[in-house]
C-alpha cells in the first residue's frame, strides 16, 4: 500500500463550484500534512498546512482525521485559475516529504 | 531574483553517458533535496542534505552521486544513465525552525527534464 493515496481524476468542475477531494495515509506516526499545488510543467507549491482543527485560507479548507487517517481539502467558489494537480503530502519524520501522486481539477467556463 | 534554480532546464542525452544537474538556492535554507517525477507523476524523494551533510539516501542507484560544495548547492551527478532514469528531476530547500523543529514549506526549483535515448 503507498503511504499516500489520492484519486487521480481528473476532477471536471463549472466555476463556481465546490469541489473536495481526500487523500488517505498509512503510518499514523506522521505529524505534519500539507497540500501542495502543482502547475501542468511547473514545480509543486505549498498551498497549505493541514491540523487536525482544521484551517481555513480564503476560499480553501483543510482538514485532518486522524482517526480515519485521511486528509481534505475542499475548494469553495473555483476559479479557472484553481486548474492544477493538488498534491497530498505528508512528512516522513526525516526532514523529508512523501508526496502522493496528485489528484488534477479542471475548472470550466 | 529565483529563489532555487536548477540547470539545466533540459537534458537530452543517450544511454550509458554521464551527467550532472546543479541547483543553487538563494534562500539561505540548511537542507536541500532532490526529487523525481516519474511519467505517472509521482513525486519521490532521492537524497536530502543539512549543512552539507547527507542524511537520506532512499534506495537510489548508486549511478546517482550528490555533491553538496557547501549550504547553498546540491548537485546531482548521474553516471552510465539508463532509459528508465528519464524523469523530470526537482531540486528543493527548506530551512530547520527552532530547536528541533522544522519549516517544512519547501521551496522547489523550477525542474530538470532529462530524456535518456
Known amino acids: 500500500r503507498k503511504e499516500v493515496e489520492q484519486d487521480p481524476g481528473p476532477f471536471n468542475v463549472p466555476e463556481g463550484a465546490t469541489v473536495a477531494f481526500n487523500c488517505t495515509y498509512s503510518?499514523?506516526?506522521?505529524?505534519?500534512f500539507f497540500w501542495y499545488r502543482q502547475d501542468c510543467r511547473k514545480e509543486p507549491k505549498l498551498l497549505m498546512s493541514?491540523?487536525?482543527s482544521g484551517n481555513e485560507d480564503g476560499r480553501f479548507t483543510a482538514q485532518l482525521n486522524r482517526a480515519s487517517q485521511y486528509i481534505s481539502l475542499l475548494i469553495r467558489d473555483s476559479k479557472l485559475s484553481d486548474s492544477a494537480t493538488y498534491l497530498c503530502?505528508?512528512?516522513?519524520?526525516?526532514?523529508?516529504?512523501?508526496f502522493g501522486s496528485g489528484t488534477r481539477l479542471q475548472v470550466q467556463p | 531574483d529565483t529563489a532555487v534554480s536548477q540547470t539545466p532546464k533540459y537534458l537530452v542525452t543517450q544511454m550509458g553517458n554521464d551527467k550532472s544537474i546543479k541547483c543553487e538556492q538563494n534562500?539561505?535554507?540548511?537542507?536541500m533535496y532532490w526529487y523525481k517525477q516519474d511519467s505517472k507523476k509521482f513525486l519521490k524523494i532521492m537524497f536530502s542534505?543539512?549543512?552539507?551533510?547527507?542524511?537520506i539516501n532512499e534506495t537510489v542507484p548508486n549511478r546517482f552521486s550528490p555533491k553538496s560544495p557547501d549550504k547553498a548547492h546540491l548537485n546531482l551527478h548521474i553516471n552510465s544513465l539508463e532509459l528508465g532514469d528519464s524523469a523530470v528531476y526537482f531540486c528543493?530547500?527548506?530551512?530547520?525552525?527552532?530547536?528541533?523543529?522544522?519549516?517544512?514549506?519547501?521551496?522547489f526549483g523550477p525542474g530538470t527534464r532529462l530524456t535518456v535515448t
Open positions: 528543493a530547500s527548506s530551512q530547520e525552525v527552532g530547536s528541533g523543529g522544522f519549516s517544512y514549506e519547501q521551496y
Open positions: 503510518n499514523s506516526a506522521s505529524q505534519s
Open positions: 493541514v491540523y487536525s
Open positions: 503530502v505528508k512528512d516522513t519524520g526525516r526532514r523529508a516529504l512523501t
Open positions: 534562500l539561505g535554507h540548511d537542507t
Open positions: 542534505y543539512n549543512n552539507k551533510e547527507l542524511i
